[in-house]
């Protein structure tokens, strides 16, 4: 309580207007802090139960560095900055708290990720791992508890094509999160990944030497073609132009 800003003395003033004007419907307690007659102790409560909701729901806020609020760090760090805010507000708070229910939250978030891999693998078309080692890994990876810890392993993993990191070392395969990731797509962000592989499109095109590669490529410039529903779709499109075409097979997904 004290963490949340309330001391002794505003807890019973709380708990004072709770019972008065609190109501039980549905089966859940309704505070109806618009009828309190204590509008410091209304105040207060609806504080902490903001403050509260805050850390339970990893919201991005001022957690991320300076950098990253800049036009080129807003672009590099695309889509990183729950990484940066899930450092802070889950990994940094439950090893402060030190208590059961900290402990909890992180099994429940390393199992939710372990089904996040398998849903997504199911998704892609790929094989998941029968190691546990893999599954622990990917469940810390895909829950972000480790916060930007994972994200530099991943990044080390992706620039030393797996021989450096946490999955190098524990004699597994790299994250799965990165597997359609090229190296710029990983240092530079999506945007750049973007451009950078409708250059090299143009410039295979151009050669007259298009490779399944390519074909991916193109199918990752289109919208809407990493949707889970409609991945099918687009994979089957996929080999079915690179079969017509003749190009040789593609790397593995």
């Known amino acids: 309580m004290a963490f949340l800003g309330i001391d002794e003395d ?4 709380i708990a004072k207007q709770f019972k008065k004007h609190g109501d039980k419907g549905g089966g859940v307690w309704l505070a109806n802090t618009a009828d309190w007659t204590d509008a410091e102790a209304a105040a207060a409560y609806r ?4 403050k509260e909701v805050d850390l339970i729901i990893a919201t991005p806020g ?16 695309q889509f990183k900055t729950f990484t940066f805010s899930s450092m802070s ?3 940094l708070n439950g090893l402060q708290q030190r208590d059961a229910n900290a402990l909890q939250g992180f099994v429940a978030a ?5 089904l996040a891999y398998q849903v997504k693998s199911s998704v892609a078309g790929r094989n998941t791992s029968d190691d546990p080692r893999k599954w622990i890994s990917e469940g810390l990876d895909q829950s972000g508890t480790l916060g930007w810890l994972f994200e530099a392993n991943n990044i080390a993993e992706k620039v030393t094509r797996g021989r450096v990191g946490i999955n190098a070392a524990m004699g597994v395969a790299p994250s799965s999160r990165y597997a359609d990731r090229d190296i710029t797509d990983t240092l530079l962000g999506p945007s750049v990944g973007t451009v950078n592989d409708a250059a090299n499109l143009v410039g295979s095109a151009s050669e007259g030497k298009l490779s399944r590669s390519d074909l991916h490529k193109a199918r990752r410039l289109l919208p809407f073609q990493n949707l889970f529903y409609l991945r099918w779709l ?18 593995a997904r």
């Open 110 to 114: 390393v199992a939710l990720g372990m």
């Open 47 to 50: 504080g902490a139960l903001a």
């Open 62 to 77: 001022q957690e991320k560095p300076l950098w990253m609020s800049s036009e080129l760090g807003k672009t590099i760090g």
């Open 10 to 13: 505003m807890g019973q003033r």
């Open 89 to 91: 507000r889950v990994m």
């Open 234 to 251: 687009f994979d089957h499109a996929e080999d079915s132009a690179g079969d017509a075409a003749g190009l040789p097979e593609a790397p």
